[in-house]
C-alpha cells in the first residue's frame, strides 16, 4: 500500500468521550509511523485496528502533554508485549531525558533498543531517507519549540517504453542506463531519454502541521502536497483567543492550504468547545473548498 492515514486523536488539549487528542498513524510504503502520541494513544491504536508492536518510527512534534503523554504507557506495553524490534524516536531536546528517567525511576528495563534522534531546525531540514522515503521537519509557529512534518516519496527510475525496446534494438545494459536516466545513442544521433520513457509516476507527499499560529512561510516548504493536515483549534469568531495561545483557525488553516496548492487539507486539533465540526468546516471551505475535518478513526488512502 504506498499510503494509508489513520486519525488516531482529533482533538485538542484534553481526551473526551468523543475525541482523543493528537496521534496519527502512516503506513508509507510500509514504513511503519506513528505521528505524536497523546495521552491513551495506545487504547486508539487498538480501536483503529493498528498494530502497534508493528512500528518503526514516532514522531513527536513538541512537548506539550496532548502530543507526547501516552508515549510511555505505550512503550510500556510494549515491552510487556515482548517487543524486540529497535524503535526510532524523533522529536525535541527533552524528549529522550523524560523518556530514559521515566523507566529509570520506575526500575524498568527495556527489552528492545530505543534510539532518539533530536530535531532541531530553522528552516524546512531532512531528517531521515530511505531507499523510497524522505522525510522533513520544519519549524512552527507556537508557544514552545515546535516541528511540522513533511513526508515524501522519493523519485522513482522511469519506466521504458516497451514499443521503443524494439525501435531501436535496446539491449538490457542499455535499458538499465536509460531507465536511470541516459540518453541513447544510434548511428552517430542522440535519441534524448524522455523520448524513450514514459511520463514518471506521481510521488506522494504528506505534511502534518500542529500546533501553529497561521506562518506563511511553511507554506512554501510544503508547496503541492497531496494531503496536508493542519491544525484548527477554534474558529474565526475565537480568534483573539487563537493568536493568545498560538493556535490557528480553521480559515487560517485553509489560507495556509490555498498558498502552499496542496490537493486535500484535514482539519483537526479541535477544541473541546465545538460539539460540531460544521462551522469549522463551513469556515475553512469557503477559503478551500478541498477541506474534510477529521475524526477519529477516519482512514485516507492515496
Known amino acids: 500500500m504506498p499510503f494509508k492515514l489513520v486519525i488516531i486523536g482529533s482533538g485538542a488539549a484534553v481526551p473526551t468521550l468523543q475525541r482523543g487528542v493528537t496521534s496519527q498513524y502512516l503506513n508509507f510504503n510500509e514504513r511503519r ?21 508493528r512500528l518503526q518510527y514516532i514522531f513527536i512534534s513538541h512537548l506539550h502533554g496532548d502530543h507526547f503523554l501516552g508515549i510511555f504507557g505505550l512503550l510500556a506495553s510494549m515491552n510487556l508485549l515482548g517487543r524486540t524490534q529497535k524503535l526510532i524516536i524523533f522529536g525535541p531536546d527533552g524528549l529522550e531525558k523524560m523518556i ?16 532518539f534522534q533530536t530535531i532541531h531546525c530553522k528552516t524546512k531540514t531532512l531528517i531521515f531517507e530511505d531507499r523510497v522515503l524522505e522525510i522533513f521537519a520544519f519549524p512552527l509557529k507556537h508557544r514552545i519549540e515546535c516541528y511540522g512534518f513533511l513526508f515524501k516519496e522519493k523519485p522513482k527510475e522511469r519506466n521504458i517504453d516497451k514499443d521503443q525496446i524494439e525501435k531501436y534494438a ?38 502534518f502541521c500542529t500546533d501553529t499560529r497561521y506562518y506563511e512561510k511553511a507554506a512554501g516548504w510544503i508547496k503541492g502536497a497531496d494531503l496536508l493536515y493542519h491544525e484548527a483549534t477554534f ?56 477541506t474534510t475535518c477529521v475524526e477519529d478513526g477516519d482512514e485516507f488512502v492515496l
Open 33 to 53: 509511523i506513528l505521528i505524536d502520541c497523546g495521552e491513551g494513544t495506545q487504547l486508539q491504536l487498538r480501536k483503529y485496528g493498528v498494530r502497534f508492536q
Open 100 to 115: 530514559r528517567f521515566q523507566f529509570e525511576l520506575t526500575k524498568v528495563t527495556l527489552d528492545f533498543e530505543l534510539e
Open 170 to 207: 535496446i539491449s538490457l545494459a542499455e535499458i538499465w542506463a536509460v531507465k536511470n536516466g541516459s540518453d541513447l545513442e544510434r548511428d552517430g544521433k542522440i535519441i534524448p531519454n524522455d523520448q524513450l520513457t514514459l511520463p514518471p509516476a506521481h510521488l506522494l507527499s504528506y505534511a
Open 235 to 290: 474558529s474565526e469568531k475565537q480568534l483573539d483567543r487563537a493568536k493568545a495561545t498560538h493556535h490557528s483557525t480553521a480559515a487560517q488553516a485553509a489560507a495556509l492550504a490555498k498558498k502552499a496548492e496542496v490537493r486535500h487539507l484535514l482539519i483537526g486539533h479541535f477544541s473541546a468547545r465545538f460539539t460540531s465540526t460544521a462551522e469549522l468546516k463551513a469556515e475553512a471551505s469557503a477559503v478551500f473548498e478541498n
